[in-house]
């Protein structure tokens, strides 16, 4: 008998869920941290990063032109113009926190 599984986030996030409720269920705390901490990167609430380049690799890149000149080079136009706009700081007229949604839900308020 063949059969296709599907595979997707909601599901892959479900089974996170039933095993963080297992180990919790065992008293397996780091089982279950595991399982939130997994769940979390999925959704992108947690990211990992990694440091790249040797020590003094970014030394000599003294201002964001050259910065992002850098990063044109290495991984094209769009990301440049991506980190571009990251960094550049808003002006005193514009209203930082108004891009900030409200909490929709009511356990934060």
């Given amino acids: 008998m ?6 997707s986030l909601e599901s892959l996030l479900n089974d ?15 089982a279950a941290i595991q399982a939130t901490q997994t769940a979390a990167k999925l959704v992108g609430l ?5 440091e790249s380049g040797a ?7 003294g201002t964001v032109d050259e910065i992002v000149a850098k990063v044109r080079s290495e991984l094209g136009e769009q990301a440049a113009l ?10 005193p007229e514009s209203d930082a926190q108004a ?3 409200a909490p929709s839900s009511d356990v934060l308020n």
């Fill in 46 to 50: 947690m990211v990992e990063r990694k």
């Fill in 55 to 61: 020590p003094g690799d970014f030394a000599s890149l």
């Fill in 2 to 7: 063949t059969y296709k599984t599907k595979i």
């Fill in 99 to 101: 891009d900030i949604p």
């Fill in 82 to 91: 991506l980190l571009q706009g990251a960094l550049e700081k808003p002006g």
């Fill in 16 to 30: 996170l869920a039933e095993d963080r409720q297992l180990a919790r269920s065992l008293g397996q705390a780091s």
